[in-house]
């Protein structure tokens, strides 16, 4: 697998996979699609385990096997707790790989990531919707996005970084469909049938390019604190 037509014959696949499930929930065949999605994530990480095995390579290839198990509970499962709680672990090690590349101060990193955590799970017990579900969701999404804002100040640091912002980014719009497709099951909100529509079928719009980008910025050039590649 570590042949120089790995990536275009990866880019092929997902390609080739990416059309057929959108064309699938696009027609309502949701249960049709389901081990499509499944079997694109898998390539992802089968990807980063073909290597190259630096650390930023072995980071990656922890976070996707993560989030093959993430997708494992929810796909195929719907265990959703277990689900929401790999999918933590997976934020934990892509932010791993940018306290190596730089990030932020250490403090405002803590700070920051903690207080907005505090303040959501905050929210959503005054809104009355706090669970243990809800809980692990907002921490998550919290870590997600502190990370995709963290990624940023990266993005001069080589391609690897580039191409690990753009995939949580991607990662965060995936997440903002998630949250609006189930919001009339926690608040008394209706988006829309047409909205709601959309954006289950915008999670996997984003979500699919979103990982196979973070698998390619694990085969970038490695990356030393404090400079350029």
């Known amino acids: 697998m570590r042949g120089k037509g790995l990536v275009p014959l990866f880019l092929t696949a997902e390609g080739a996979l990416y059309a057929a499930f959108l064309t699938l929930d696009l027609s309502g065949r949701w249960a049709e699609s389901t081990y499509l999605k499944y079997l694109s994530i898998a390539l992802c990480l089968a990807l980063a385990l073909a290597g190259p095995h630096g650390v930023e390579g072995r980071l990656t290839a922890a976070a996707l096997a993560l989030t093959l198990l993430a997708d494992t509970f929810l796909l195929l499962y719907a265990q959703f707790v277990a689900g929401v709680a790999a999918f933590c672990g997976v934020q934990l090690l892509y932010l791993a790989r940018i306290r190596r590349a730089g990030g932020w101060p250490v403090p405002l990193c803590l700070l920051l990531r903690a207080g907005l955590a505090a303040g959501a799970l905050v929210l959503l ?8 579900l809800t809980g692990l969701a907002a921490g998550y999404f919290v870590q997600l996005l502190c990370n995709a804002l963290e990624s940023l100040t990266l993005r001069r640091r080589g391609r690897s970084c580039r191409l690990m912002a753009a995939g949580l980014w991607l990662f965060v719009g995936c997440d903002l469909c998630v949250g ?50």
Do not use: C, T
């Not at 017990?125 to 243990?132: F, P, Q, T």
């Not at 719009?205 to 404090?226: D, H, N």
């Open 125 to 132: 017990g005054a809104l009355g919707v706090l669970s243990l």
């Open 180 to 229: 609006l497709h189930n919001l009339p099951g926690l608040l008394p909100v209706d988006p829309g049938a047409a909205v709601s529509a959309w954006a289950a079928v915008g999670m996997w719009l984003f979500y699919l390019p979103s990982q196979v980008l973070l698998a390619l910025s694990g085969r970038g050039e490695p990356i030393r604190k404090g400079g350029m590649p």
